[in-house]
């Protein structure tokens, strides 16, 4: 396999904001209009690692959705991790996020999961309490991030890199 | 413990402890018989996968054959819903392989540059698909990717030189998603997948395969055969796969790593394959291909070939009726009309004594084609018409020969004077005749008749001269006399039957004869009493009364003259010559 690829997927309810992490994070080969028509785009990016190694992402961000339907299910098929994205501003999302964890272990048992929790930029605005992040801390990672101002972007994918070297 | 079982421990006490120890393990062994059952799939399962392999195969292969010879109907219905699609994708292969066939050959076949290919091909002793592949087949393949089917990574990849990068990564996460969207797009739960994808000059083949899958990126027009060259490196590595001495899980990273791999998807070892494949089947297509167009070929040839054949083999009849009408006695051909096989018609002049030309028209041999004949008449001079005439108008008699010869009338022969003294005039005033030449000698028929009837009476009258009654005493005659009788009888009537017809008068004498014993007187009476009786007996036999009463009773010869006795005629009548 070239470069000890791995496959991610990123999941999150519509308006959350994984697009706009990719487009911060990694070159975009591809339109995002695909996202519209196939429900799905695909990017890469090689994450260098602390011990010198490259670990190369292959990042399907699928369109967003509060659930996952059978074309969705097959575009996680193979995937080594999930990047769950919520709208701090919107806690439902958060829900959105948890619940499209829960569908996508179904297919993928083993796979690592990282929580984000997207516009850090607006927190003075978020609905989801600290507590809530404080408890889901507890069974996963969880990284604020904020795709405007790229705060916990590059953290994020490092970390699901070096997870998935490990 | 009583006598009788201290003894029985003294004497069988080791024995005891044998038969508890087995019976201890018969009942472990059937206890683990017992569970062997429900722990045989994870034991299966953690069995080493090589060993168990191997140990499998046989048993497997050999319960499947029985299975299948058992328990037939069953089996087929579990693998009928793998082998349907399997055969109906097949089939649709083949059916767009055919279809792409037909439309390459159309669109190639009437257009100036198919014309110029084929020319190509028969000038080159090529088959014409070996032409057609040879000018459309150019392609490149930039990309050759082994993708991960469920994660859509790239497993390997190779690139012709010179091409700018690519993210391959995304390119095959990409494709592999939009495979899977076409496919729960349009095929549903179903197997079928994207196997294709083109844009312009540039053209997308994916061939899957159960762990993996080739995506090959071509610009130009690939032949069939490399589809089958990606195949055959799609199942070798998934054979490869089979065959590695790892884990399943890392088999396919394991093959992808391998230096081989780089060799086996090589684009121009690729490129090198194909061609190779379509050589090999030229041969066939070859046969398969020339023998339609081969007959095509001859059937257009031979339907007007056919007409042609036909119509000339018309001409050359109606040419060999038109000699023999033109030879036909009689006949002026005036024009012969003809559609081949449909219509004939013959227009003349036919003499009223010409031989018909049905005849001649039946021999001709047109196959039912019933000529039409419209003729007017006229009189030919053609020498076989004019004897023909000559001998109706003359009605020649028998003896006579009549000929025409240039319009000369010849007539010979010999014939009733009557008849040439009627005919000889007519003969120059048949129509046509230029000239006569008669030469026909006349004669009387009274006369050959008197001279017949006049020989023949001299026959007679020696035939008579030898017939004599002899007596044997005075009146009474031999045994003989009665078929002497008869024969003169016979003779008189012929004779008197010729003279009354030709007018030839003749005498008839009847003598008595008598030996010279005797006087003259008894022996004169004698004779003539011999004489009378010959006479009444010759009336008695038939003869002419009247002939007999104009007899001479001639008694005068003397006895001296006889030496006989008897009786006898004799008739007299003049000879022509005298």
Same mark, same amino acid.
């Given at each position: 396999?070239?470069?000890?690829?791995?496959?991610?997927?990123?999941?999150?309810?519509?308006?959350?904001?994984?697009?706009?992490?990719?487009?911060?994070?990694?070159?975009?080969?591809?339109?995002?209009?695909?996202?519209?028509?196939?429900?799905?785009?695909?990017?890469?990016?090689?994450?260098?690692?602390?011990?010198?190694?490259?670990?190369?992402?292959?990042?399907?961000?699928?369109?967003?959705?509060?659930?996952?339907?059978?074309?969705?299910?097959?575009?996680?098929?193979?995937?080594?991790?999930?990047?769950?994205?919520?709208?701090?501003?919107?806690?439902?999302?958060?829900?959105?996020?948890?619940?499209?964890?829960?569908?996508?272990?179904?297919?993928? $048992?083993?796979?690592?999961?990282?929580?984000?929790?997207?516009?850090?930029?607006?927190?003075?605005?978020?609905?989801?309490?600290?507590?809530?992040?404080?408890?889901?801390?507890?069974?996963?990672?969880?990284?604020?991030?904020?795709?405007?101002?790229?705060?916990?972007?590059?953290?994020?994918?490092?970390?699901?890199?070096?997870?998935?070297?490990? | 413990?009583?006598?009788?079982?201290?003894?029985?421990?003294?004497?069988?006490?080791?024995?005891?402890?044998?038969?508890?120890?087995?019976?201890?393990?018969?009942?472990?062994?059937?206890?683990?018989?017992?569970?062997?059952?429900?722990?045989?799939?994870?034991?299966?399962?953690?069995?080493?996968?090589?060993?168990?392999?191997?140990?499998?195969?046989?048993?497997?292969?050999?319960?499947?054959?029985?299975?299948?010879?058992?328990?037939?109907?069953?089996?087929?219905?579990?693998?009928?819903?793998?082998?349907?699609?399997?055969?109906?994708?097949?089939?649709?292969?083949?059916?767009?392989?055919?279809?792409?066939?037909?439309?390459?050959?159309?669109?190639?076949?009437?257009?100036?540059?198919?014309?110029?290919?084929?020319?190509?091909?028969?000038?080159?002793?090529?088959?014409?698909?070996?032409?057609?592949?040879?000018?459309?087949?150019?392609?490149?393949?930039?990309?050759?990717?082994?993708?991960?089917?469920?994660?859509?990574?790239?497993?390997?990849?190779?690139?012709?030189?010179?091409? $700018?990068?690519?993210?391959?990564?995304?390119?095959?996460?990409?494709?592999?998603?939009?495979?899977?969207?076409?496919?729960?797009?349009?095929?549903?739960?179903?197997?079928?997948?994207?196997?294709?994808?083109?844009?312009?000059?540039?053209?997308?083949?994916?061939?899957?395969?159960?762990?993996?899958?080739?995506?090959?990126?071509?610009?130009?027009?690939?032949?069939?055969?490399?589809?089958?060259?990606?195949?055959?490196?799609?199942?070798?590595?998934?054979?490869?796969?089979?065959?590695?001495?790892?884990?399943?899980?890392?088999?396919?990273?394991?093959?992808?790593?391998?230096?081989?791999?780089?060799?086996?998807?090589?684009?121009?070892?690729?490129?090198?394959?194909?061609?190779?494949?379509?050589?090999?089947?030229? $041969?066939?297509?070859?046969?398969?291909?020339?023998?339609?167009?081969?007959?095509?070929?001859?059937?257009?040839?031979?339907?007007?070939?056919?007409?042609?054949?036909?119509?000339?083999?018309?001409?050359?009849?109606?040419?060999?009726?038109?000699?023999?009408?033109?030879?036909?006695?009689?006949?002026?051909?005036?024009?012969?009309?003809?559609?081949?096989?449909?219509?004939?018609?013959?227009?003349?002049?036919?003499?009223?004594?010409?031989?018909?030309?049905?005849?001649?028209?039946?021999?001709?041999?047109?196959?039912?084609?019933?000529?039409?004949?419209?003729?007017?008449?006229?009189?030919?001079?053609?020498?076989?018409?004019?004897?023909?005439?000559?001998?109706?108008?003359?009605?020649?008699?028998?003896?006579?020969?009549?000929?025409?010869?240039?319009?000369?009338?010849?007539?010979?022969?010999?014939?009733?004077?009557?008849?040439?003294?009627?005919?000889?005039?007519?003969?120059?005033?048949?129509?046509?005749?230029?000239?006569?030449?008669?030469?026909?000698?006349?004669?009387?028929?009274?006369?050959?008749?008197?001279?017949?009837?006049?020989?023949?009476?001299?026959?007679?009258?020696?035939?008579?001269?030898?017939?004599?009654?002899?007596?044997?005493?005075?009146?009474?005659?031999?045994?003989?006399?009665?078929?002497?009788?008869?024969?003169?009888?016979?003779?008189?009537?012929?004779?008197?039957?010729?003279?009354?017809?030709?007018?030839? $008068?003749?005498?008839?004498?009847?003598?008595?004869?008598?030996?010279?014993?005797?006087?003259?007187?008894?022996?004169?009476?004698?004779?003539?009493?011999?004489?009378?009786?010959?006479?009444?007996?010759?009336?008695?036999?038939?003869?002419?009364?009247?002939?007999?009463?104009?007899?001479?009773?001639?008694?005068?010869?003397?006895?001296?003259?006889?030496?006989?006795?008897?009786?006898?005629?004799?008739?007299?009548?003049?000879?022509?010559?005298?």
């Amino acid at each position: 396999m070239s470069t000890n690829a791995s496959k991610v997927c990123l999941l999150g309810d519509f308006g959350v904001g994984k697009t706009s992490l990719v487009a911060r994070y990694v070159r975009n080969t591809f339109s995002d209009s695909y996202l519209t028509t196939v429900g799905v785009k695909v990017d890469s990016k090689e994450v260098p690692l602390a011990d010198g190694a490259v670990r190369k992402l292959v990042i399907w961000d699928i369109a967003g959705k509060s659930g996952l339907d059978a074309l969705n299910m097959s575009y996680l098929r193979g995937a080594s991790g999930l990047l769950l994205v919520a709208d701090g501003t919107r806690e439902a999302t958060l829900r959105s996020a948890v619940d499209l964890l829960l569908q996508s272990r179904s297919l993928l $048992p083993d796979a690592h999961a990282i929580l984000l929790i997207n516009k850090l930029d607006l927190v003075d605005r978020w609905e989801v309490a600290p507590a809530t992040l404080v408890e889901l801390r507890k069974s996963m990672t969880v990284i604020e991030t904020s795709a405007r101002q790229g705060d916990g972007v590059e953290q994020a994918f490092r970390e699901m890199a070096t997870r998935l070297h490990a | 413990m009583g006598d009788l079982e201290r003894l029985k421990h003294l004497l069988i006490a080791d024995e005891r402890e044998v038969l508890s120890r087995v019976e201890r393990r018969v009942e472990a062994l059937e206890q683990v018989n017992a569970e062997l059952a429900s722990q045989l799939p994870s034991l299966v399962r953690a069995a080493p996968v090589e060993p168990m392999n191997r140990a499998l195969a046989n048993p497997v292969a050999a319960a499947l054959g029985s299975a299948v010879q058992r328990n037939r109907t069953s089996i087929v219905d579990a693998l009928f819903p793998v082998i349907g699609p399997i055969i109906r994708k097949a089939i649709a292969e083949a059916l767009r392989g055919l279809m792409r066939d037909m439309n390459r050959v159309l669109e190639s076949t009437f257009t100036p540059r198919g014309i110029r290919w084929r020319i190509e091909a028969w000038s080159s002793g090529l088959p014409y698909a070996h032409v057609v592949l040879k000018h459309t087949l150019r392609y490149q393949i930039d990309h050759v990717f082994l993708i991960e089917r469920d994660s859509g990574l790239v497993l390997h990849r190779v690139s012709s030189p010179g091409l $700018p990068d690519l993210d391959a990564d995304a390119i095959a996460g990409m494709l592999t998603a939009i495979g899977q969207f076409v496919r729960d797009s349009v095929s549903g739960d179903g197997d079928d997948s994207l196997e294709a994808a083109r844009v312009g000059e540039h053209l997308l083949w994916i061939v899957e395969g159960p762990r993996a899958s080739l995506a090959c990126f071509i610009q130009g027009v690939p032949p069939d055969e490399l589809r089958s060259v990606l195949s055959d490196r799609l199942e070798q590595i998934h054979a490869d796969m089979l065959g590695a001495d790892v884990d399943p899980e890392d088999a396919m990273e394991t093959v992808a790593r391998s230096a081989d791999l780089d060799a086996s998807l090589e684009p121009m070892s690729l490129v090198a394959a194909s061609a190779s494949m379509v050589e090999q089947e030229s $041969p066939a297509r070859k046969r398969s291909a020339r023998w339609p167009w081969l007959l095509a070929l001859l059937v257009l040839l031979a339907v007007p070939g056919w007409h042609f054949l036909r119509v000339e083999r018309w001409n050359e009849q109606v040419l060999q009726l038109r000699a023999q009408l033109e030879k036909h006695p009689g006949f002026q051909l005036s024009t012969l009309d003809s559609e081949p096989w449909e219509k004939l018609t013959v227009r003349g002049l036919l003499d009223a004594d010409a031989e018909p030309l049905a005849p001649v028209l039946d021999a001709a041999g047109l196959d039912g084609i019933r000529p039409e004949i419209q003729v007017r008449g006229f009189v030919s001079t053609d020498d076989a018409v004019l004897a023909k005439r000559a001998r109706r108008m003359l009605d020649a008699p028998h003896g006579v020969q009549v000929d025409v010869k240039d319009g000369v009338l010849t007539v010979r022969g010999d014939a009733e004077l009557d008849w040439v003294t009627r005919e000889k005039p007519r003969a120059s005033l048949i129509a046509g005749v230029r000239q006569v030449d008669w030469q026909v000698r006349g004669h009387d028929p009274r006369t050959a008749a008197m001279a017949a009837a006049r020989a023949e009476l001299h026959e007679i009258s020696a035939r008579l001269d030898k017939t004599r009654v002899i007596f044997l005493r005075d009146s009474e005659a031999d045994a003989d006399a009665a078929a002497s009788l008869g024969v003169m009888a016979s003779a008189l009537s012929r004779a008197h039957a010729l003279a009354t017809n030709s007018g030839i $008068p003749f005498a008839l004498h009847v003598f008595g004869y008598t030996d010279t014993p005797g006087t003259d007187q008894i022996n004169l009476d004698l004779r003539v009493a011999r004489a009378a009786w010959l006479r009444d007996k010759l009336r008695e036999n038939g003869v002419d009364e009247k002939l007999l009463e104009g007899a001479v009773m001639d008694s005068g010869a003397s006895g001296k003259d006889s030496e006989f006795r008897g009786a006898g005629v004799r008739i007299e009548f003049a000879d022509a010559t005298q």
